[in-house]
C-alpha cells in the first residue's frame, strides 16, 4: 500500500537546516496496523506529514496504492488527501462551529457528493463509532472521547485507502484512550490500513507492527503481538 | 461555484461571529448611503434649480430690439427699431434647421395697472399676443376649451386664454368662463380655453397670471399695427440655438438697417447656453457626488479586507484542516472570496435601500412643508442602483483578493500546526 524509498527531509530556519528524514525506508501492506513511535524531534511527525502529502520530501520516492507521489501542485495533493487518506489528529481538529454530522460531512462535500448521500454515509460513520445520537452537537458540547471519535468518523466517511492518526489518544485520559483504540482495531480488523504516530507504548503495542523511529532513521521495525484494547476497557 | 453546499458554507461562516460580521458589514452600509444619498441630493438641487427654466423648449431664445449703438448708412446712431411681421417669415425662410419662430406683444406685467374688467371685477394680468405654436414652446396644460388657432390669427378674433389665476381674479367660484367675455383695455375678449401651466414651480403664480390673445388681433386691438415686441426662437433638436443665433442677427441687421458689428442693437437671451452651463455644472456635482462618495464606500471596502484578513488568520487552522481534508486551495480561496463578495453585496444593498428610505422621508418632508428655493425631488434612477452594484461586486472582489490568496499561502501542514 506505501512503499516508501530513502526519503529525506530537512528545515531549514535562516542560515540552520535540520536534517529531520535520514533516509526512511519503510513498506506497509494492506490491512497492516503499525505504530511509528519516537521521541520528540525523531522525525516521526514529519515522516506522518509527508505520507499524508501535507508536507513535501526534498528527497527519496513515496509511492501510495500504486501511485507514485511526486511533485504534487496542492490542487492535486488536495485530491490525492481526499481519495485516499484520512486523518486523525491529536487535538482532533473538528471545526467548531459545525456539528458532528457537518464535520463528518465535510470530506465528501469536497469529494463532490450529493447532500443526501453524505448525510446518510456521515450518519452511517457516526453510528458506527456510537455517536448517531449526538450527530446534532457541536464539537464543544462533546467529550474528547467523542471528539475523536468523531474525528475518526471523519477521516472514514471519504472512505480512504490509508488512515492516518497523530497522536490520536494524546490528549485523552487512559480509559478514553482505550476505547479510541478499540474503535481503531475495529477498524482495522475489517481491513482499513492503519498508521498511527504515538509516543506511549501501550497504545503502540496495541497495534500489529511498531516502526521505532531516532534521529531521523529507523532503528527498529518489528511485528508485536497485537494487545487487545478490549481487554483494558 | 454558486451551489446550495457553499452558500451553506458561508452564511455559517458569516453566522459564526455575527457582531463582527455586522459591524464590518456597516462600514460597506454606510458608504454606499451616503454615496447614494449624496447622488440624490445633487439630482435635487438639479430639479430644483431646472424647474427654474420652466418647461420652456431649451433649445431657445428671445430677442428683443435695442437702440443703435453705430451710425450706418446715413441712419444716426441711437435709433431704435422695431422688428415687423414679415421679419419672422424671413427667418423662418433664410435662417434653415429653426424649429419655432413666434413673434411676442405684451401687455401689462410687472406691477402693471388693471387691465382687464369683467363686470365688477377688476385685475392686473400680463397680456400676450401669440401664435399657435407658442404652446409648443413653452408647454402648458389646457384645462379647458382650447389655445389659440390660426385661423383665430386669421380671422383676427377676439379671442382669449386665461391662466387659472385669471379665473380665480375675474369670476365667482363655480362659475364656467368658457363663453364668457373678458373686456381687456377696453376691448372685448371671449374666453375660448383655460390653462395652468405644466407642472411648474415658484413661478406659478406669474405664468397663470397671463391671458393669452391671437398675435394679429393684439396688433389691431391695441395699435401695434405689424411690430413684433420680441421673438422667441426654437431650433431643431439637433441643432444648437447657439450655433444658429448670429445668422438669424445677421439677417435682423442687414433688414433693419444697422451696421453689422452692432453688438447692442439687438438683445437677446440664449436659453440653451444658460441651460447648457448649469447642466455642466450638475454634472460636475454629479462626478464630486461619485467621488466623494467612492471614496467613502471605500473605507468601508477596506474594512472589509481588513476583516477577512482577520478571519484569514484566525481561521488559518480551519483552513488547514479544510486542506487536510480534500479542499483544493481554490476552493478555500473561492469561499473567502464569495464570502467578501456577499458581505459587501448584502450590506451594500442594504445601504442602497436605507438610501431610498431617507430619500422616501425626505421627499415625503418636502411635499408637506411645501416647496423649497433650488431643491425638489431629491431621487436617484435605477442606473445608478447599477452602477452601485456594479462598484459593490468589483470591491467586493477586491477586499476578498489578498485575504483569499493569503489563506492559501501557508502550506497545510503549517496551518494545521498554528493554535
Known amino acids: ?111 463532490g457528493l450529493k447532500r443526501k448521500e453524505r448525510t446518510d454515509r456521515a450518519m452511517h460513520y457516526l453510528e458506527k463509532v456510537g455517536l448517531a445520537d449526538w450527530h446534532h452537537h457541536l464539537p464543544s458540547e462533546l467529550s474528547g472521547g467523542q471528539k475523536q471519535r468523531v474525528a475518526i468518523a471523519r477521516a472514514l466517511a471519504s472512505e480512504p485507502k490509508v488512515l492516518l492518526a497523530d497522536e490520536p489518544t494524546g490528549a485523552l485520559d487512559s480509559t478514553t484512550s482505550y476505547e479510541v483504540m478499540e474503535l481503531i482495531q475495529q477498524i482495522n480488523d475489517e481491513g482499513k490500513t492503519i498508521l498511527i504516530v504515538t509516543h506511549e507504548d501501550d497504545i503502540a503495542h496495541m497495534t500489529k507492527r511498531i516502526v521505532n523511529l531516532k534521529d531521523g532513521v529507523i532503528i527498529k521495525d518489528e511485528n508485536v503481538n497485537q494487545v487487545k484494547a478490549k481487554a483494558h476497557v | 461555484m454558486f451551489n446550495k453546499e457553499r452558500w451553506n458554507e458561508i452564511l455559517e461562516a458569516l453566522n459564526a461571529n455575527k457582531f463582527r460580521t455586522f459591524l464590518t458589514a456597516f462600514g460597506v452600509f454606510w458608504g454606499i448611503t451616503i454615496l447614494v444619498l449624496l447622488l440624490a441630493l445633487t439630482n435635487g438641487l438639479k430639479n430644483g434649480v431646472t424647474a427654474d427654466f420652466g418647461d420652456f423648449a431649451t433649445n431657445s431664445m428671445f430677442m428683443w430690439t435695442q437702440g443703435t449703438t453705430k451710425p450706418y448708412k446715413g441712419l444716426p446712431k441711437g435709433r431704435y427699431f422695431n422688428y415687423k411681421i414679415d421679419d419672422v417669415e424671413a427667418i423662418k425662410a433664410e435662417v434653415p434647421n429653426l424649429k419655432y419662430v413666434s413673434p411676442r406683444n405684451q401687455l401689462g406685467g410687472f406691477r402693471g395697472n388693471n387691465n382687464a374688467v369683467r363686470g365688477t371685477k377688476t385685475g392686473a394680468f400680463e397680456i400676450y399676443g401669440d401664435y399657435p405654436e407658442f404652446i409648443k414652446q413653452q408647454p402648458m396644460d389646457i384645462l379647458q376649451g382650447r389655445f389659440i388657432s390660426y385661423s383665430d390669427i386669421n380671422a383676427k378674433r377676439k379671442v382669449c386664454v386665461i391662466g387659472v389665476d385669471v379665473i380665480k381674479g375675474l369670476y365667482d367660484k363655480d362659475e364656467d368662463p368658457l363663453g364668457t367675455y373678458i373686456k381687456i383695455n377696453g376691448v372685448n375678449f371671449m374666453v375660448v380655453g383655460t390653462f395652468k401651466m405644466a407642472n411648474s414651480q415658484g413661478d406659478n403664480e406669474q405664468d397663470a397670471n397671463t391671458i393669452y390673445i391671437p398675435f394679429t388681433t393684439f396688433g389691431q386691438a391695441f395699435n401695434r399695427g405689424d411690430r413684433v415686441g420680441w421673438m422667441a426662437i426654437t431650433a431643431n433638436d439637433e441643432v444648437s440655438i447657439t450655433a444658429l443665433k448670429q445668422q438669424v442677427f445677421d439677417l435682423m441687421k442687414s433688414r433693419h438697417k444697422v451696421h453689422p458689428d452692432d453688438e447692442r442693437a439687438i438683445g437677446h437671451f440664449d436659453l440653451s447656453e444658460q441651460f447648457e452651463r448649469i447642466s455642466g455644472l450638475f454634472s460636475i456635482l454629479t462626478i464630486v457626488g461619485y467621488f466623494v462618495g467612492i471614496l467613502v464606500l471605500a473605507s468601508g471596502i477596506i474594512g472589509i479586507n481588513n476583516i477577512m484578513l482577520i478571519v484569514v488568520k484566525e481561521r488559518t487552522k480551519e483552513i488547514g484542516i479544510r486542506r487536510a481534508l480534500g479542499a483544493t486551495p481554490g476552493m478555500i480561496k473561492g469561499q473567502i472570496l464569495q464570502e467578501s463578495l456577499i458581505l459587501t453585496i448584502l450590506s451594500g444593498m442594504m445601504g442602497v435601500s436605507f438610501a431610498a428610505l431617507v430619500i422616501w422621508v425626505m ?43 493569503r489563506a492559501t499561502k501557508m502550506k497545510p501542514v503549517d496551518a494545521l500546526r498554528t493554535e
Open chain 1, 1 to 111: 500500500m506505501i512503499q516508501i524509498k530513502d526519503l529525506h527531509k530537512s528545515y531549514h530556519m535562516g542560515s540552520n537546516s535540520l536534517h529531520v528524514l535520514k533516509g526512511i525506508n519503510f513498506t506497509v501492506e494492506e490491512g497492516e496496523l503499525v505504530s511509528i513511535m519516537g521521541s520528540s524531534g525523531s522525525g516521526k511527525s514529519t515522516l506522518l506529514n509527508i505520507i499524508g502529502m501535507l508536507d513535501e520530501a526534498d528527497k527519496g520516492s513515496y509511492t501510495l496504492d500504486g501511485v507514485v507521489i511526486k511533485d504534487l501542485n496542492e490542487k492535486i495533493a488536495a485530491k490525492y488527501r481526499n481519495q485516499f487518506l484520512g486523518f486523525v489528529f491529536q487535538s482532533f481538529n473538528l471545526i467548531n462551529y459545525k456539528s458532528a454530522l457537518d464535520n463528518v460531512s465535510m470530506p465528501m462535500y469536497y469529494q
Open chain 2, 363 to 405: 421627499n415625503a418632508i418636502l411635499d408637506n412643508a411645501g416647496p423649497v428655493e433650488n431643491f425638489a425631488n431629491p431621487s436617484v434612477g435605477m442606473q445608478v442602483v447599477f452602477v452601485a452594484l456594479i462598484i459593490l461586486i468589483v470591491s467586493g472582489l477586491l477586499a476578498g483578493l489578498i485575504p483569499a490568496s
